[in-house]
């Protein structure tokens, strides 16, 4: 089992940057494949990215692409997104997400508490 704590998150002007950080305790991170995910009210949770076990895969979901980066670092136990040129159409709620299959598409086992990201125009 494994327990995901993100933070990171907050409010920036359309164009911004954040960088998302998401912390998994037990010694067995890098046998999870990671992502993550976002929910806007009134929408349903959307994949946003996700990083195979040792970073071979990666997968965006288009409206990001180009503008966000999954990476981890198995030695710190943490995945990370990097959001570039924000847009106000990215505010939501992001989740970080842990899956023991291989595939980037899951499904998706543990789940973090969620970090706030709202992008203003």
């Known amino acids: 089992q494994v327990q995901l704590v993100e933070s990171g998150g907050g409010s920036v002007q359309a164009g911004g940057s954040l960088r998302l950080s998401c912390a998994a305790s037990g010694r067995t991170f890098s046998s999870y494949t990671m992502g993550w995910f976002r929910q806007a009210p009134g929408l349903e949770r959307e994949r946003v990215a996700a990083?195979?076990?040792?970073?071979?895969?990666?997968y965006y979901t288009n409206s990001v692409k180009g503008r966000f980066t999954i990476s981890r670092d198995n030695a710190e136990n943490t995945v990370y997104l990097q959001m570039n040129s924000l847009k106000p159409e990215d505010t939501a709620v992001y989740y970080c997400?842990?899956?023991?299959?291989?595939?980037?598409?899951?499904?998706?086992?543990?789940w973090g508490q969620g970090t706030q990201v709202t992008v203003s125009s």
């Open positions: 990083i195979s076990r040792i970073s071979d895969t990666t």
């Open positions: 997400a842990a899956s023991s299959k291989v595939l980037t598409s899951g499904p998706y086992d543990y």
